[in-house]
């Protein structure tokens, strides 16, 4: 079974610097979507930024990006000159190719420190 | 843009009531993605429906049923409503064969007293 583990509950960064979040996946799979989804107080679910495996080049959207290691299993997200609006919590997530469902971690809490 | 559309916003019900959430996908969006959050907890997938026939299904409880309509909207019955039931509800979709996460609606807030 597939798994994601988001190993920090909770961080905090000041404002306007760079944080990374963790993850890890455990798949048998070879063709599978990794994302990061932010729920902010209002507990909208927000896509933040998608790599598909197979693909080597990290995604990067504006101020977020991924490091993507598929040996290793791990997909980490790094937030660059944070801004009060990223509070919020972050889930990290796996979809594999030909399935519907998404598979969520337990999250990661992220407190921007004014 | 639209977006994926959910009511109620919240529901309160009663131990042992019925109750029922729909969900109106974005225009052109023919799969629809249910889920469940628990809360402090992750969103839990419970089923999806692509044209009108159930396409996967997680961990949804044999009280809840749903489906898909004709305008591709959908709706989650819950029977029997437990205590254990309350929960934000969402609701996604996206276009069938699009490889990229789906959009998630707003929620369904449910508490059962």
């Known amino acids: 079974a597939q798994t994601v583990t988001q190993s920090q509950p909770e961080m905090s960064v000041q404002e306007a610097e760079t944080v990374t979040l963790s993850c890890t996946y455990d798949?048998?799979?070879?063709?599978?979507?990794l994302f990061w989804y932010k729920q902010p107080p209002s507990r909208q679910m927000i896509l933040v930024i998608r790599?598909?495996?197979?693909?080597?080049q990290n995604a990067t959207e504006n101020r977020f990006s991924v490091n993507f290691q598929k040996a290793a299993k791990s997909f980490s997200l790094k937030i660059s000159d944070s801004q009060l609006g990223d509070a919020a919590m972050y889930f990290c997530?796996?979809?594999?190719?030909?399935?519907?469902?998404?598979?969520f971690g337990k999250g990661t809490r992220l407190h921007i420190l004014p | 843009a639209a977006g994926v559309i959910q009511s109620p916003r919240h529901l309160i019900k009663e131990k042992r009531e019925t109750a029922t959430l729909k969900c109106y996908p974005i225009?052109?969006?023919?799969?629809v993605y249910w889920y469940q959050q628990g809360p402090g907890q992750d969103p839990q997938f419970l089923i999806s429906f692509y044209e009108k026939m159930q396409s996967d299904k997680g961990s949804i409880p044999d009280r809840f049923s749903a489906q898909q309509f004709s305008d591709y909207h959908s709706e989650l019955n819950m029977s029997s409503l437990e205590l254990g039931d309350s929960a934000l509800y969402f609701c996604a979709s996206s276009p069938r064969g699009v490889n990229y996460g789906y959009t998630f609606g707003s929620g369904t807030r449910l508490t059962v007293v």
């Open positions: 798949t048998s799979e070879s063709d599978y979507y």
């Open positions: 997530a796996y979809r594999r190719d030909r399935d519907d469902k998404i598979i």
């Open positions: 790599q598909e495996a197979y693909k080597q």
């Open positions: 225009p052109r969006h023919d799969t």
